[in-house]
């Protein structure tokens, strides 16, 4: 377990980022930095840096944002190199007109009815992808329906880059940039695909 963040590094991220972030929150061995009007949030500790934006619209400069505060943090915590870089992203995919991605899904990956004399008739299948780069980074999809929305497809995804890490801030910065716009290719592209023979027939 990491040592709480000394009280003058507090204050120096107190002092770089009220502004952006008016909410800050003492947490086990750091702090939590917070805008819930914009469902922003930025945890740190002497080991990790956390920064995410949720909402149902979030900005196109979200990350440019993010990259921002990193650069503020960085240097007052004396994070040392290399950096991990994780991603993590979810968001919706609109279905067309007419499809259903609940029997888009079962069709896909259709449960063993044996399976209902133990657990209950199965109702719903989601599918989940596990992909390593030749760099190392792993990426992990998964796709289910939007229960709450059941004309959309939910799809989560996680990258996170090769154990060694990367030198700099600056290039785990373009890390996390060209990893964001990958994984959402990947995510519309598993989608298509799946619904693909569905579309046909």
Same mark, same amino acid.
């Given at each position: 377990? %990491?040592?709480? *963040?000394?009280? %003058?590094?507090q204050g120096?991220? *107190?002092?770089? *980022? %009220?502004?952006?972030?008016?909410?800050l929150t003492q947490i086990p061995n750091g /702090?939590?930095?917070?805008?819930? $009007? !914009?469902g922003r949030a930025l945890i740190i500790d002497q080991t990790r840096i956390e920064v995410s934006e949720n909402g149902?619209? /979030?900005?196109?400069? =979200?990350?440019? #944002?993010m990259q =921002?505060?990193?650069? !503020? $943090?960085?240097?007052?915590?004396?994070?040392?190199?290399?950096?991990r870089v994780r991603i993590e992203g979810t968001g919706t995919i609109q279905a067309l007109e007419g499809l259903d991605p609940a029997a888009v899904l079962r069709n896909?990956?259709?449960?063993?009815?044996?399976?209902d004399i133990v657990g209950g008739h199965c109702t719903h299948s989601?599918?989940?992808?596990?992909?390593?780069?030749?760099?190392?980074? #792993?990426?992990?999809?998964? /796709?289910?329906?939007?229960?709450? #929305?059941?004309? !959309?497809?939910? /799809?989560m995804a996680v990258s996170m880059n090769a154990p060694t890490g990367v030198p700099s801030l600056d290039r785990a910065m373009r890390v996390a940039h060209d990893e964001v716009g990958l994984i959402e290719r990947l995510s519309d592209r598993i989608v298509s695909d799946i619904a693909e023979p569905t579309r046909t027939t």
């Open positions: 377990m %990491s040592a709480p *963040l000394p009280a %003058s590094v120096d991220l *107190l002092r770089e *980022l %009220s502004r952006d972030y008016p909410s /702090v939590l930095f917070a805008d819930a $009007t !914009k149902a619209h /979030v900005s196109t400069n =979200a990350l440019e #944002q =921002a505060d990193l650069h !503020k $943090t960085v240097p007052l915590i004396d994070i040392a190199p290399p950096y896909y990956a259709p449960p063993n009815p044996a399976w989601c599918v989940r992808f596990l992909f390593t780069g030749d760099d190392g980074t #792993q990426r992990d999809v998964h /796709v289910e329906p939007l229960f709450a #929305q059941p004309d !959309k497809f939910y /799809v």
